[in-house]
């Protein structure tokens, strides 16, 4: 089955730590993207990647890093310079290229600091 | 620039009821419109879309029709069930479907 893979479903994180976010597609899209949901709210962007090797700051960037060195993997890492890192992180994926693109999420990672 | 704005919830209905959940837009082209869907602990999954004016996106009996005039999107259910409570977020893209601009929200209990 196609679809987006996200790991792990819970995280914690200490002070000071940095920790890593997975998401892995198998449906050969070329755009993916990175949200975060606190809640009661919408999504906001973090980071979006066009294609291999290239990727964008969306709205709220400061405190993470990405790298998408593969086209199936989006890591997102939540530095510990992210002072309020709690909250829910959904990965997206697209086709990329348009007219209209769809974008399919993955199950998400609830992150929670000790 | 580009937003969505959806009628705030929580919104609460009983089994049954008619559901209208309004959105609106401001876009700086010619947006596709979508409806995505949140059910407790996942992530969204697409309810329905829209690419032209006057479009009317459909699936699982929900339905919004694409309304250049107002700017409007407003999703639309005859006789909801328990099982459609959810968060139901509204959408666009522009045609490059670079980034997508999703509203706030809104969150729906069905009650039996």
């Known amino acids: 089955d196609g679809g987006i893979t996200q790991s792990p479903k819970y995280l914690f994180r200490k002070e000071g730590q940095n920790v890593t976010l997975s998401c892995e597609q198998n449906l050969n899209h070329d755009a993916m993207y990175w949200y975060r949901q606190d809640p009661g709210q919408g999504l906001r962007l973090i980071y979006y990647?066009?294609?291999?090797?290239?990727?964008q700051k969306g709205d709220i960037a400061e405190g993470y890093s990405v790298s998408r060195e593969k086209k199936e993997s989006f890591p997102l890492t939540v530095t510990s310079a992210q002072k309020n890192p709690t909250a829910f992180y959904l990965c997206?994926?697209?086709?990329?290229?348009?007219?209209?693109?769809?974008?399919?999420f993955g199950a998400g990672t609830r992150l929670s600091v000790l | 620039g580009n937003s969505v704005t959806q009628m705030e919830g929580p919104v609460t209905l009983s089994e049954e009821a008619f559901l209208t959940i309004n959105c609106t837009y401001t876009?700086?082209?010619?947006?596709?419109l979508f409806w995505y869907v949140q059910y407790p602990g996942e992530g969204l999954q697409l309810l329905l879309k829209?690419?032209?004016?006057?479009d009317k996106g459909s699936n699982k009996g929900f339905e919004a029709t694409y309304r250049k005039e107002t700017t409007s999107f407003h999703l639309e259910k005859g006789s909801v069930q328990v099982s459609d409570s959810a968060v139901y977020f509204c959408a666009l893209t522009l045609n490059y479907g670079q980034n997508f601009v999703f509203g706030p929200g809104t969150r729906l209990s069905v009650l039996p």
């Open positions: 876009a700086t082209g010619y947006p596709s």
């Open positions: 829209a690419t032209k004016a006057d």
């Open positions: 997206a994926s697209s086709p990329g290229g348009a007219p209209m693109n769809i974008q399919y």
């Open positions: 990647s066009q294609i291999v090797n290239d990727f």
